[in-house]
């Protein structure tokens, strides 16, 4: 299948709509501090999982490929 490798499990922290600024600097801030916390990227890493901390914006970015790969490959479920 075309574009199979873009397919991967992620997860991401979610807030409601119209989160005040500061609450999402906060929560950026202390999700970044993880990517330097060897214990939290060894336990990652022994899952099996590829450590990655993104950006409110590179979250935007990456969570709008994702839908357009899931939904690009739709047609070959159906």
């Known amino acids: 299948m075309k574009n199979l490798e873009l397919i991967s499990g992620?997860?991401?922290l979610y807030g409601p709509p119209?989160?005040?600024a500061n609450i999402?600097?906060?929560?950026?801030?202390t999700l970044n501090s993880l990517k330097t916390?060897?214990?939290?990227l060894e336990s990652v890493k022994m899952r099996g999982?590829?450590?990655s901390v993104m950006s409110p914006q590179e979250?935007?970015?990456?969570i709008a490929e994702q839908?357009?790969?899931y939904r690009d490959l739709l047609p070959y479920f159906q």
Do not use: E, G, H, M
């Open 24 to 29: 999402v600097q906060q929560w950026s801030s």
């Open 18 to 20: 119209n989160l005040p």
């Open 10 to 12: 992620w997860n991401a």
């Open 67 to 69: 839908f357009k790969t």
């Open 37 to 40: 916390n060897q214990k939290w």
């Open 59 to 62: 979250s935007r970015v990456f």
């Open 49 to 51: 999982a590829i450590p």
